[in-house]
């Protein structure tokens, strides 16, 4: 039977919140770590393949390659009836980012009159009005993310931002057409291909607005955007299948916790999580002249602490000003080139000392993880919190929770484990 959807997610935490969300809803989802090979067969009867990706941050042309690579695959081999582009609910893209020129190249290769653009997750703040797009009723160029280490949103306006990344025109579907229901979406949709609009941004305000949108979209070959949509699609598509088995922990359970995202939320949950459990900051110098006898002496204290009540914590984490001040002294690319390679060390040096649970934050710190553990395929198991599951490896067995930055509340560290007992 052919697959539903396949989804090339930009980002490892991205790939675990769409297929979360789908999960949730019934779907039977298969989470695969990395690109396929071109000559892996599939003969699995799922509902969603979600492949995850590292090309958030990548220049266009890599992004592009790696992503019809994907399409190749997902097409040509699991027969994926959609393809749904996931990327950040906050649009993490900068002019010179590659969600345009991605999305572009998708459609010249499906041969579609367009795609629709849906970043919104109302369940976790992210709406879209008036194009404009809004973390927590706040516009997202003054929520924070404008300080983002690596994609520094200073624009809300999601037409404006898509327009520098495509010569292809933009449009918008407004809220109050989306308000109306699915005939007047279809219309809507009809009068933007007439137009010549390629990439269509829609409003969504609310889980009825996606709701809405799924119903109209269920049969488009195209959709981007972010796991909300993903979910709805999902729940329109089938009946409830109920709860899939329990997949169980690892045990004995040795976990540590990771965390290399600066976003607000992720500040917040490492000031909370560090005034009770093990816990060190990472050293940029260190990181850049004195890497592996460095992640060696880490990973002996995180032994040492292992079977604390609480994991030990280890994090790169560091508010606003003290980020710019790493990033003037030692630059922003090798600084961050030289803390994802100590977590790279660190993940593969606790692995074989016995660690078999990591909780994860930060996006590019996650796909570090994944790719130093060389897993190829992964089950999804209950959310700890919106958008975050907990992931299960079988072979070697792991139990992983991958958080996108400012997701989950300032316990989330706390939560994650009380899931392992």
């Known amino acids: 039977m052919p697959v539903t959807t396949g989804v090339i997610a930009d980002d490892f935490t991205g790939a675990t919140d769409i297929a979360s969300f789908m999960a949730e809803q019934g779907w039977r989802v298969a989470l695969l770590p990395g690109m396929p090979d071109a000559a892996q067969p599939w003969n699995e009867e799922v509902d969603a393949i979600v492949i995850s990706l590292k090309s958030r941050s990548l220049a266009a042309d890599q992004a592009i390659d790696q992503s019809l690579r994907c399409w190749q695959w997902l097409h040509n081999t699991a027969g994926a009836q959609q393809i749904y582009f996931k990327y950040c609910s906050t649009f993490d893209s900068t002019p010179a980012g590659n969600i345009g020129p991605v999305s572009d190249a998708l459609m010249e290769a499906m041969h579609t009159p367009y795609i629709i653009h849906c970043p919104a997750l109302p369940q976790n703040g992210r709406t879209v009005i008036h194009g404009h797009l809004f973390v927590n009723g706040v516009l997202l160029n003054e929520s924070g993310m404008e300080k983002h280490p690596l994609n520094p ?18 449009g918008r579907i407004d809220l109050s057409t989306i308000q109306k229901g699915v005939e007047a979406v279809t219309h809507a949709l009809d009068r933007c291909q007439s137009e010549g609009v390629r990439h269509v941004i829609v409003d969504t305000f609310s889980e009825a607005d996606l709701h809405t949108l799924a119903q109209a979209l269920r049969h488009t070959p195209l959709l981007a955007g972010g796991s909300g949509l993903g979910g709805a699609l999902a729940a329109c598509a089938t009946p409830q299948r109920g709860q899939e088995a329990a997949h169980p922990f690892p045990t004995p359970a040795k976990t540590v916790v990771f965390s290399g995202s600066c976003s607000t939320m992720s500040n917040r949950q490492v000031n909370r999580y560090k005034a009770q459990a093990a816990s060190r900051l990472l050293d940029v110098a260190r990181c850049l002249t004195d890497a592996e006898r460095y992640s060696d002496e880490l990973s002996l204290w995180a032994m040492a602490h292992v079977d604390d009540a609480l994991a030990p914590l280890i994090y790169a984490t560091q508010p606003p000003e003290a980020l ?25 040096k606790l692995q074989a000392a016995g660690v078999n649970g990591f909780i994860v934050a930060g996006g590019e710190t996650s796909g570090t993880v994944v790719e130093a553990l060389q897993v190829s395929r992964l089950a999804v198991g209950k959310a700890i919190a919106p958008g975050v599951p907990w992931v299960f490896s079988a072979e070697p067995p792991l139990a992983l929770a991958l958080k996108s930055g400012n997701f989950g509340d300032e316990d989330f560290f706390f939560t994650a484990q009380e899931h392992t007992s």
């Open 153 to 170: 949103m200073t624009d809300a306006n999601l037409i404006r931002l898509l327009a520098a990344q495509t010569p292809r025109t933009v």
């Open 324 to 348: 710019k001040r790493i990033q003037q002294e030692y630059g922003e690319q090798p600084a961050s080139r030289a803390i994802e390679h100590t977590f790279a060390r660190l993940t593969a």
